[in-house]
């Protein structure tokens, strides 16, 4: 098995619809060019609707469905990773949208580099409540600077990489009560950590529901950070150039 | 009664242009934003014997919108950042004063026909976005490079690169006004390494700088560095001081009583304090240093 794309449901309701509808656009592109593709859903604390919007959809390559009550959106990828057989894997949240040929574009670009990364669009589309285009910096860019990534996310969290990269840095969970939020903030830092990098691919987008009452809104609002890797910045003190992550220390 | 200067020619007669318009000048100049054969090329009543292309862009072109080079869109500019235009400001010189220390960008930062493509497709697929034409306002959207940019972003890199180790210790104080060595007649004896925990500090102290816009933060490191990070807004004084918190992994954090630290204390001290001890000390805004170093004392030699 080439990719499995995970699609990851809370109470999305009819929003699910047109998200589903991009997913089996991306699945049936990267198909017909030769590339086996499965779908795992993990539909996590979902409502009745939600449900159906998701019995309601066909796809014609392998499907499975996780009920979860895990009441968090990281832990509820883990779970769904955990299921995957492909040897990549695509996420997707169930308010959001793949262009056509996501799933395709991002395959070609990953198989093709031999490094540990995780690979992005290059454009991501907001709409809904707000709108505007983020384009994706490439950690390769000569001007990319590492500590930036102290002062905000600079990844949004449907990204494509290898399983077994998702299975040696699982997502952090949320907890806003302590100030424990932005789990893909967390997760991009600590790939990094674990010696991955970031890429872009050209010529792909996303488009992002923008919604007041997201666990994106909810967590701006409660001022909460994710957890940094140990020695991410304090090791970049006094250095004059923040391009590179700091050197992994030797396995003991 | 003395002659009004500029009726006596001092400034060299009636032509002279007005301050503003001098430094205007000096600014697009430096910026390396104004291309004069780019400018040429793209103004058809202007040639190369033109005396001054940069004169014409500011006193006619800017008006007209035209783009002062490669790396500037006037007419995405106002677009965008629609509330400029009732300032009615040369929407260069606008974001070289005040624009770029917000953030914006200086002209689309992104691949319309891209964006198009994306919004076009998925159109078909979800009903709320083809009602929403979005597909037609692709070349206004508002930009921005997932690098974080602006005042905060600039200030905590001036700040990384200017320490010369990495701090344990943060002290944050409002308007104290210590210098450097005021700051070190006070807790420099805790450098000593015979002090029982002696480990590095950061002293903040938060800068208000008469404009808001215009606030500052200066550092002491316990190095003795002095770096002063200019024109923190308001707001991202506050954020700097929980960026350099969390990511210096900072252990221990002691607020001096202000209504910034104040503030601080409200909003991250509850979140800091499972990784990091917090002190709040009551007292004078600017404790004498004899006090600072009796306080600092206490708190740190019992750790």
Redesign the interface.
């Known amino acids: 098995m080439d990719i499995t794309a995970v699609i990851n449901g809370h109470r999305e309701q009819g929003l699910a619809r047109p998200s589903l509808a991009s997913l089996r656009a991306a699945v049936g592109y990267a198909r017909s060019r030769g590339l086996e593709v499965e779908v795992v859903a993990a539909l996590d604390c979902s409502d009745a609707l939600t449900r159906d919007v998701f019995r309601d959809v066909a796809f014609d390559v392998p499907y499975r469905q996780l009920e979860l009550d895990v009441d968090d959106l990281g832990e509820a990828r883990n779970r769904a990773v955990a299921a995957a057989r492909g040897r990549w894997i695509a996420l997707l949240d169930a308010d959001d949208l793949w262009s056509e040929n996501w799933l395709h574009a991002a395959f070609a670009a990953a198989s093709a580099d031999a490094r540990l990364a995780v690979w992005h669009p290059e454009v991501a589309v907001y709409f809904g409540e707000a709108e505007r285009v983020l384009t994706h910096v490439d950690m390769d860019d000569p001007d990319y600077d590492l500590a930036a990534l102290a002062v905000q996310n600079q990844w949004t969290a449907l990204g494509f990489c290898s399983a077994d990269l998702l299975r040696a840095v699982p997502y952090p969970t949320t907890n806003l009560s302590i100030g424990r939020g932005y789990e893909d903030w967390g997760w991009n830092m600590a790939v990094i950590a674990k010696g991955a990098r970031h890429k872009v691919v050209p010529d792909t987008g996303h488009m992002i529901r923008v919604r007041s009452n997201s666990l994106g809104s909810r967590t701006a609002r409660s001022r909460s950070h994710p957890a940094i890797p140990p020695g991410m910045f304090r090791t970049l003190v006094g250095a004059k150039d923040f391009g590179d992550p700091p050197p992994r220390k030797a396995a003991p | 009664m003395t002659a009004p200067r500029r009726q006596l020619g001092l400034f060299g007669g009636k032509h002279r242009p007005p301050r503003s318009s001098v430094n205007d000048r000096a600014l697009v100049e430096s910026s390396g934003l104004f291309d004069a054969g780019y400018y040429l090329s793209r103004n058809d009543g202007l040639n190369d014997a033109e005396a001054d292309p940069l004169a014409h862009y500011l006193e006619t072109g800017a008006i007209s919108r035209a783009r002062p080079g490669p790396g500037f869109d006037p007419a995405w500019y106002l677009d965008t950042y629609p509330e400029i235009r009732s300032t009615g400001s040369n929407p260069l010189v606008y974001y070289l004063r005040t624009g770029r220390h917000r953030g914006h960008l200086p002209l689309r930062?992104?691949?319309a026909a891209?964006?198009r493509?994306?919004?076009a497709?998925?159109a078909v697929?979800?009903?709320?976005?083809a009602q929403?034409g979005?597909e037609a306002?692709v070349e206004t959207?508002?930009?921005?490079?997932?690098?974080?940019q602006g005042p905060?972003?600039r200030a905590?890199?001036t700040l990384?690169?200017?320490?010369?180790?990495?701090p344990d210790r943060l002290i944050v104080g409002e308007q104290t006004g210590y210098d450097a060595a005021r700051l070190h007649q006070a807790v420099g004896p805790l450098n000593d390494p015979l002090f029982p925990s002696n480990l590095p500090w950061l002293f903040l102290d938060l800068r208000a700088g008469g404009n808001r816009k215009r606030a500052a933060v200066r550092a002491v490191a316990s190095s003795g560095r002095e770096i002063m990070l200019e024109d923190v807004d308001s707001g991202s004084r506050i954020r700097l001081v929980?960026?350099v918190v969390?990511?210096?992994?900072i252990k221990e954090v002691v607020l001096l009583d202000a209504p910034l630290p104040r503030r601080i204390r409200k909003?991250?001290g509850?979140?800091w304090s499972?990784d990091t001890q917090v002190t709040f000390i009551r007292g004078p805004w600017v404790p004498r240093a004899e006090m600072l170093l009796s306080w600092l004392k206490r708190i740190w030699a019992r750790r």
Do not use: C, T
Request: glycine content about 2%; overall charge positive; aromatic content about 8%.
């Open positions: 930062s992104y691949d891209l964006v493509a994306v919004i497709q998925q697929l979800d009903p709320a976005l929403s979005m306002r959207l508002p930009g921005q490079s997932s690098m974080a905060l972003h905590w890199l990384l690169r200017s320490l010369d180790s990495s929980n960026i969390r990511s210096l992994e909003r991250y509850k979140f499972h």
